[in-house]
């Protein structure tokens, strides 16, 4: 297995193209896992992405014949995603969105565990998990969760963030059983002995040399939140430290698998191909016999205010270019001026006609990019702004030409057209989602941990057509002001030795 590091601190498994255990026969059929069967795999691999690439052809099509008959992308309403949530009596909440426009189907378990959870010694904990919640459990041996997968047909992967811990699959129709058996085995048994945390603890080392301490700009997205954050929750990376990881004993793991990896702690979401009743059937077949667990200890979100701008000067050895990268502290999700932190954040990096790239990029060629974000957190958030100057253009003409283009976001009206473009890309990166069944039950799973209603998948996105340009403006005044603001200035480390005749 690869591990890697993807943007905003997220981590997650880069899957091998195949994985050569000997196969659990699960589900509806298996194959006998011999090479002969290998073409047959890829075929069913690539017929399954077939399936779910074509959703989202027939998606952008019906938005392009709409378009060319004259209608706005804010006039089209998104499809109304119908689901159920119930909970089982172990308290694992069980959400299931059925469609059967294609055989496929998704299964997003999301469980309430990420970073923020860990507690000062026993950072990394939640990440580690990610990969320990492949090495086997009582009926599944190392390694065959992902051969099961693989082999009937089936994609899989894991990510884990401050917020929560995510594993999902997607597999043909008749798969729903060994899916559903799969995550219910980990769940209830998984096999946490010295040998899997030693080689896993070694693989969360190696990708830590490989995604941080041997990649430019490591050293910097973690002391952004270093900086920024003022509450230890959020103020250290996913990957937590080597220290605690190495003073880990599988006692202290065992211990964090039995407070956050229980039924009453996850939610499970089950989107495309599938019945209600079946899935439900199943569910309570699989899940229902776990113990639910006392509930975890309360994560404290508390920070208090920042009354004054933070600065940070490293020096990066592997570095080629200078990077400023600027956060302000922005409300939780749920928060009512969401959607407006949501609106201009586009109108400042939302493609080509944005003001950033306009402004910054094309006209004074100050910058190759400037990108901004602000990831969804139940707790403290930042809008980040990460921007590479272009070669021989000076950093500080750079963050003052950000800091420029801020000012009039606060003080100039923003245009109709802008605010129809901002929510356009919102809506039409929305709708696009929608045609993957994985999608589906990510967001579903994801919006019942965030705001305790999936239903924010039908309603999140149309807050926006109600917001006012005086709305996105008087929440640029609140939140991006000098004293709410952190920089760190990133430049290449001289190399040793090298100097001038």
């Not at 989202?56 to 099509?61: E, F, P, Q, S, T």
Request: aromatic share 8%; hydrophobic share 40%.
């Amino acid at each position: 297995m690869h591990f890697a590091m993807g943007a905003a601190g997220v981590a997650y498994i880069a899957m091998p193209a195949a994985t050569r255990t000997k196969q659990w026969p699960v589900g509806g059929h298996s194959q006998s896992g011999e090479n002969a069967e290998g073409r047959r795999e890829e075929d069913r691999i690539s017929k399954e992405e077939f399936m779910i690439r074509s959703l989202d052809r027939r998606c952008l099509a019906g938005l392009a014949a709409a378009l060319a008959l004259g209608a706005s992308l804010s006039a089209i309403a998104p499809p109304t995603i119908k689901f159920t949530d119930a909970k089982l009596q172990n308290g694992l909440r069980l959400i299931v969105a059925e469609d059967h426009v294609a055989p496929v189907f998704s299964v997003a378990v999301v469980y309430n565990v990420g970073s923020r959870n860990e507690s000062r010694g026993r950072t990394g904990f939640a990440h580690l998990f990610e990969h320990m919640m492949f090495k086997g459990s009582e009926n599944v041996g190392p390694g065959e969760h992902f051969y099961t997968v693989f082999a009937n047909g089936g994609t899989m992967n894991g990510t884990t963030n401050k917020e929560r811990t995510l594993y999902f699959e997607t597999m043909p129709a008749n798969q729903l059983e060994a899916a559903m058996f799969l995550e219910a085995d980990r769940m209830r048994s998984l096999a946490i002995v010295k040998e899997n945390l030693d080689n896993q603890r070694n693989a969360v080392q190696e990708e830590r040399r490989q995604g941080f301490d041997n990649q430019p700009y490591g050293r910097t997205n973690e002391a952004v939140d270093d900086l920024a954050f003022d509450n230890p929750a959020y103020k250290h990376s996913v990957i937590g430290s080597m220290d605690d990881l190495s003073a880990a004993t599988t006692g202290d793991v065992a211990a964090f698998f039995q407070t956050y990896y229980a039924p009453n702690n996850a939610i499970l979401a089950v989107a495309g191909d599938v019945t209600d009743a079946k899935v439900r059937e199943l569910a309570r077949k699989y899940f229902e016999p776990i113990p639910a667990q006392p509930a975890p200890p309360a994560v404290d979100i508390s920070q208090p205010p920042q009354t004054g701008e933070r600065r940070l000067a490293l020096e990066d050895s592997l570095a080629r270019l200078p990077r400023v990268d600027v956060s302000y502290r922005i409300p939780p999700t749920p928060s009512p001026d969401a959607g407006a932190i949501d609106v201009l954040t586009l109108v400042l990096s939302g493609g080509r006609s944005s003001r950033f790239y306009e402004g910054i990029v094309r006209q004074k060629q100050l910058a190759v990019n400037v990108n901004a974000f602000g990831p969804d957190s139940r707790g403290p958030r930042l809008l980040r702004i990460v921007a590479t100057p272009t070669p021989g253009k000076a950093i500080e003409d750079l963050e003052a030409a950000i800091s420029a283009e801020i000012e009039q976001l606060k003080t100039r009206p923003i245009a109709d057209w802008e605010m129809e473009k901002a929510r356009n890309t919102a809506r039409r990166q929305f709708v696009g989602q929608l045609g993957q069944s994985l999608t589906r039950a990510i967001n579903l799973a994801e919006y019942a941990l965030i705001y305790n209603d999936p239903g924010q998948i039908n309603t999140r996105w149309d807050r926006l057509t109600k917001l006012t340009p005086a709305d996105v403006q008087r929440a640029a005044q609140q939140y991006l002001s000098d004293a709410n603001r952190s920089v760190v200035i990133t430049r290449p480390k001289p190399a040793a030795g090298r100097g001038g005749l």
